[in-house]
């Protein structure tokens, strides 16, 4: 099935309700000669777990940077909690990032500062009105959410990859966030640690009550958390419909991933 | 009369001699052009370097006078740079003098000027010596360590995680190194030109028994403030050199794993040239105006 030839399964879109919270329209980015989005657009609704799956190259990770305006698109329109994010200047833009959690591939610690630092960093710069007792709480309550109450004075340096994925999680949850987006949470984690941080996805969007995209191409991760399946090929949506959808489905591109 | 033009034989193929020489200018011209562009993509990027450099000392200048300053990340910057050398300095400063007397020593006997020595060491340490050697191990040590740490920042996604949760990670990374940098050099010159001065007395001492009153008496006798200020003035500068071109280069290093130690090279040789670049500049101005 050629990129032309988009799966849109209408009847999954349909079940959702209320207004989307996060709209893309015709989003097109490329990198000099390389155009690494072409026309994609999306919608997220509120308290839905969309997977945006593809292979590596495909487009999955500079979409959701663009989400943050981390990367600017060259054309098309990104609304974010009603906001367009064209017409935000940098004061609002940051308004609105205090918003969105963000938990990237690489779980991008804080080297220099210690687990309590690096959760204190996010919660001084956004949670300002806290005093210091309540952050303190707000600290282990997120830690033993993620089950990791005893690294608190731990450098990074000292954390497995897994452990430092957690950590990384509860940076990103410790500000209430209303929108999480997932870099490839499970990538480069055993499948133990890989169904840990799947659950906790599911955790977190349960007790939070968050929306999340998730950027992945590990299926154990899509099968655990979606419930709607995103897929990209070439910087183009491929396909559109629910987990089921997929598993069903005769396409060869989608059959090689869900085997 | 029908003229038979000459063939000639190029790949088992018979061709007129214009036809060739036609290839062959194609071909020349073809090369000409090829270099031409590669020339000008060369230039294109040196221009493009020097205005990203440009857009970052004007960024980093709005960021510096705009509000909410991450002070506390300024002391601790103040306290890695300046305190955390002490030990660097404190070395260099006491073998600078030391040797700068053991060598100047049997020359200044020749003239019977050795009462001159410890003016002489002092007004060396304090104008030039101290300032340009103290500055050069501050740009292997300082802009190194900024190239590194910013770089793998840069690599690990720490500075897009800092600017998605709404910190400016050019106010918090940059602008509170820069002006550690811009502060703490200076003193960390002036700590060890006293160093020098003291390593002096001691470089004295290994062939005579110099007075320590005398000695610091006789240097200071010989320095006026207008030495000293030429050189804190500079010092201040080459502070602000080290702490910009460390975070340009760390902060603008690529993607791979590669890049942090070429922005930690690159920021070392960048900034020890620069370093000199500034010290020719400030002598001829001092000089002028003296």
New interface residues.
């Given amino acids: 099935m050629g990129a032309s030839q988009t799966i849109i399964n209408n009847a999954s879109v349909k079940t959702r309700s209320g207004e989307p919270i996060i709209e893309i329209k015709n989003l097109q980015i490329s990198f000099g000669n390389q155009h690494v989005l072409k026309d994609v657009s999306l919608q997220l609704f509120n308290g839905e777990n969309l997977v945006v799956l593809g292979k590596s190259g495909s487009g999955k990770s500079v979409l959701i940077?663009c989400i943050?305006s981390?990367l600017n698109s060259d054309s098309g329109t990104i609304n974010v909690l009603g906001e367009n994010l064209n017409e935000l200047n940098t004061s609002s833009l940051?308004?609105l990032?205090?918003k969105?959690g963000?938990l990237?591939?690489?779980g991008?610690?804080?080297?220099?500062m210690t687990v309590k630092q690096n959760l204190e960093?996010?919660l001084l710069?956004?949670k300002r009105e806290l005093t210091q007792k309540e952050r303190d709480e707000k600290i282990l309550e997120v830690l033993e959410n993620v089950g990791l109450s005893d690294a608190l004075n731990k450098m990074p340096s000292q954390l497995s990859g897994g452990m430092r994925k957690r950590i990384s999680l509860a940076?990103t949850i410790i500000?209430d966030p209303l929108i999480m987006l997932y870099d490839e949470p499970t990538t480069g984690l055993d499948p133990v640690t890989s169904d840990e941080i799947s659950a906790l996805i599911n955790k977190v969007q349960k007790k939070y009550k968050t929306s999340s995209i998730i950027i992945t191409h590990d299926i154990e991760c899509v099968r655990a958390t979606a419930d709607r399946i995103l897929m990209l090929q070439d910087g183009e949506i491929y396909m559109d419909g629910s987990l089921e959808e997929y598993e069903n489905s005769k396409d060869p591109l989608i059959k090689s991933f869900f085997k | 009369m029908k003229i038979k033009k000459p063939l000639i034989k190029v790949n088992q193929k018979l061709i007129l001699p214009v036809i060739r020489a036609k290839g062959y200018a194609t071909q020349q011209s073809l090369i000409i052009s090829e270099k031409t562009l590669a020339k000008t993509q060369l230039a294109n990027n040196f221009f493009t370097d020097i205005a990203n450099v440009c857009l970052f000392i004007a960024r980093f200048f709005k960021e510096s006078f705009t509000r909410n300053h991450e002070f506390k990340e300024f002391l601790n910057q103040c306290f890695q740079i300046g305190y955390k050398s002490l030990p660097l300095i404190s070395v260099t400063g006491v073998i600078m003098g030391m040797v700068l007397t053991i060598q100047s020593r049997p020359v200044l006997m020749t003239f019977g000027a050795e009462s001159m020595l410890p003016g002489m060491v002092a007004v060396s340490l304090i104008r030039e010596m101290g300032p340009v050697i103290t500055g050069l191990i501050c740009a292997g040590k300082i802009a190194s360590s900024m190239g590194a740490e910013l770089g793998s920042m840069k690599v690990t996604e720490q500075i897009e995680a800092m600017e998605v949760s709404s910190t400016n990670p050019m106010k918090f990374l940059v602008v509170t190194r820069v002006w550690a940098a811009t502060l703490m050099i200076p003193l960390l010159i002036l700590y060890a030109d006293a160093l020098g001065i003291l390593g002096s007395w001691a470089g004295a001492n290994l062939k005579g028994d110099v007075n320590f009153s005398l000695f610091f008496a006789q240097a200071f006798s010989h320095i006026d403030f207008i030495d000293l200020l030429p050189a804190v003035v500079k010092s201040f500068f080459f502070g602000a050199v080290i702490g910009l071109v460390g975070c340009y280069k760390g902060y603008n290093a690529g993607r791979g794993t590669e890049s942090v130690g070429i922005a930690a090279n690159s920021a070392v040789v960048i900034a020890s040239l620069l370093l000199l670049i500034v010290d020719v500049i400030a002598v001829q101005i001092t000089d002028m105006i003296m």
Avoid: C, H, W
């Fill in positions: 940077k943050v981390l940051g308004e990032r205090k969105i963000f990237f591939q690489s991008a610690l804080y080297d220099s960093f996010a710069r956004i940076r500000v």
